[in-house]
């Protein structure tokens, strides 16, 4: 699209329409994350890393540190113990994001709309330029390749439609429109 770039996306106003099929009210939004199985063991893996890899060397490294006596000019045991709290930190968020998931089974969402797991190409209609977009749950998301969450203002502003249909979602420099041209599942 030109003038925008899927890494500026964040410009766009959210859009939430209750008859949508994969509503959620801002209220629901902060209690459940949606997230495909795929994204969800994703997460673990990358869990269980930090858990029982990252975190056991960490700890070895402040042991180690201790051990060379006084704390108080030990670089290596600040820095080690800096490191923990960053680790302990991802940590935290993760379990959250996980806690926090609800696994949807895109197949069982309607094949004909717009809706969370499938593939929508879009038309700019300003500008005339094609965009593809894959609505994806937490720790899915790559604004490089074009996979953007189902929470996000452009998603929410697509949900529900059908080939053809139009989207008009406003945003603070104004309007952006534009139409579906084809929705697939991967």
């Given at each position: 699209m030109a003038g925008r770039s899927i890494n500026n996306l964040g410009i766009h106003a959210r859009v939430f329409r209750k008859e949508d099929p994969f509503y959620l009210s801002e209220e629901e939004m902060s209690?459940?994350?949606?997230?495909?199985?795929?994204?969800y063991e994703k997460l673990k893996a990358e869990l269980n890393e930090l858990e029982n890899v990252q975190m056991p060397e960490i700890e070895k490294r402040i042991a180690i540190a201790r051990a060379d006596g006084d704390l108080k000019e030990n670089a290596e045991y600040h820095g080690a113990r800096e490191s923990q709290g960053m680790l302990q930190a991802k940590i935290n968020m993760l379990k959250s994001k996980l806690a926090s998931g609800e696994i949807v089974d895109p197949a069982t969402l309607p094949k004909d709309q717009v809706v969370f797991g499938c593939t929508v190409k879009v038309k700019d209609l300003e500008f005339g330029d094609t965009e593809e977009f894959t609505l994806v749950g937490a720790g899915e998301e790559d604004y490089d390749v074009g996979k953007?969450?189902?929470?996000?203002?452009?998603?929410q502003g697509l949900l529900g439609l059908k080939v053809g249909e139009k989207a008009?979602?406003?945003?603070?420099?104004?309007t952006n429109r534009f139409k579906i041209l084809e929705i697939r599942f991967e």
């Open positions: 209690d459940r994350t949606p997230m495909t199985r795929a994204g953007i969450l189902v929470t996000s203002p452009l998603a008009e979602i406003e945003v603070p420099a104004g």
